[in-house]
């Protein structure tokens, strides 16, 4: 076994081993979508409404404040149109929504929104599952929808599902992202997020996707990573993105979040983890973590449910040593 290990060429590889990371970074939160999506209970509008506030007040200057699909398929998101209408939009913040044709283009256009984002996956059983739709006819939708988008004056973002691993087919082709990166990108999609949907991604993958991202020529700087932290490897594979000088990290508070259409894919990296972890790196994100703890604890509340953030559990923990209340 050991001989088949290559002796490491020396212990200390480089003066600094974070050298690639930027010196900050934008933090995409999805918590209210991604998150909220597929928890059980139902968050009420207003509860929405205050959470999106809150997230704003702790610096979050993203977010994906809802979803514009069918209702009968993701229920959480059914008072999309309210949501979207009702939010408040400080200057300096862009909110957005996610669509998966016209019909959601159309109705996030009457809410105001000013920012969309498609989402589709690199694998054709997951965008049957999920919207219905082989990977062409996908392709072809989003090529009207973002035209359409663009026309209007909006930014579009554009998802990349099940990157790492699909829950229905396994092994996912580099090549069928990079396909669907490019094609994207044709669109004019400004920002392409690559999601490890059920959290399979390892670090050593994330190297392998990222320099396959460069060698077809797609501009690192308008990637954002998405992971999933089903199996725990989301900070280390955002270490690694830091190292290609990845800009924005998708993360919702708490932990929450998963796909309903990708079966055992759990919550999202939390945004308090990743905050305290690039804090602690001296990358700065403009985010008051003691903020957005509390919004956290207090979704953990109203959710009746114990979060899987583990700054949140920590957090919890201290406050209990001292005898204080939370929220
Ligand atoms: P469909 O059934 O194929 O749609 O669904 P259709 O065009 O055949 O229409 C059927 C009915 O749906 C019609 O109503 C339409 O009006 C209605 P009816 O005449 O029967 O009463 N309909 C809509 N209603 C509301 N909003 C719309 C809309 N469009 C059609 N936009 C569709 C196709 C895409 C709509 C459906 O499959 C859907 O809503 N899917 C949503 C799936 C979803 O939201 N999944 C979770 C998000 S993806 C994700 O989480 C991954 C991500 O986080 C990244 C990662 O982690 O990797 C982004
Ligand atoms: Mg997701």
């Known amino acids: ?5 290559p002796a490491p060429a020396s212990r200390v590889p480089v003066d600094d081993l974070f ?4 010196p900050s970074v934008s933090i995409y939160e999805v918590g209210p979508r991604d998150g909220l ?7 009420p509008t207003e509860r929405k409404l205050e959470m999106v506030e ?3 007040d702790s610096g979050l200057k993203r977010v994906e404040i809802t979803s514009f699909v069918n209702p009968r398929w993701i229920p959480a998101m059914a008072d999309h149109m309210e949501v979207a209408s009702r939010v408040k939009r400080p200057q300096g913040v862009q909110l957005s929504a ?10 996030a256009t009457r809410a105001g929104m000013e920012e969309v984002a498609v989402f589709m996956a690199a694998s054709e059983t997951h965008n049957r599952k999920n919207i219905n739709k082989s990977t062409e006819d996908a392709l072809r939708t989003y090529q009207g929808v973002v035209g359409e988008a663009l026309s ?4 579009v973002r554009g998802y990349i599902s099940c990157v790492y691993g699909c829950p229905y087919e396994g092994t996912v082709e580099l090549d069928e992202v990079l396909r669907v990166c490019h094609a994207m990108r044709q669109m004019g999609v400004y920002e392409l997020s690559l999601g490890d949907t059920i959290g399979v991604g390892t670090p050593r993958q994330v190297e392998y996707i990222f320099r396959g991202l460069m060698r077809s020529g797609i501009d690192l700087d308008n990637v954002a990573v998405h992971f999933h932290d089903t199996r725990g490897t989301a900070l280390a594979n955002i270490t690694v993105a830091l190292q290609f000088g990845i800009g924005t990290i998708d993360s919702a508070v708490g932990g929450l979040g998963g796909c309903p259409y990708a079966p055992g894919a759990s919550g999202n990296v939390s945004t308090e983890d990743v905050v305290y972890m690039l804090h602690g790196m001296g990358v700065d994100t403009g985010v008051d973590l003691d903020k957005l703890v509390a919004i956290s604890a207090r979704l953990g509340g109203q ?9 949140l559990k920590a957090h919890l923990g201290h406050c209990a040593r001292l005898g204080q209340t939370v929220y």
């Open 152 to 155: 209007r004056g909006m930014k």
């Open 54 to 56: 809150g997230l704003i």
């Open 19 to 22: 050298a690639g990371a930027p």
């Open 98 to 107: 996610l669509v998966p044709n016209m019909r959601g283009l159309d109705g």
């Open 303 to 311: 959710l009746a449910r114990e979060l899987p953030s583990k700054y």
């Open 1 to 5: 076994m050991n001989d088949r290990i």
């Open 37 to 43: 999506q597929n928890e059980k209970q139902i968050l």
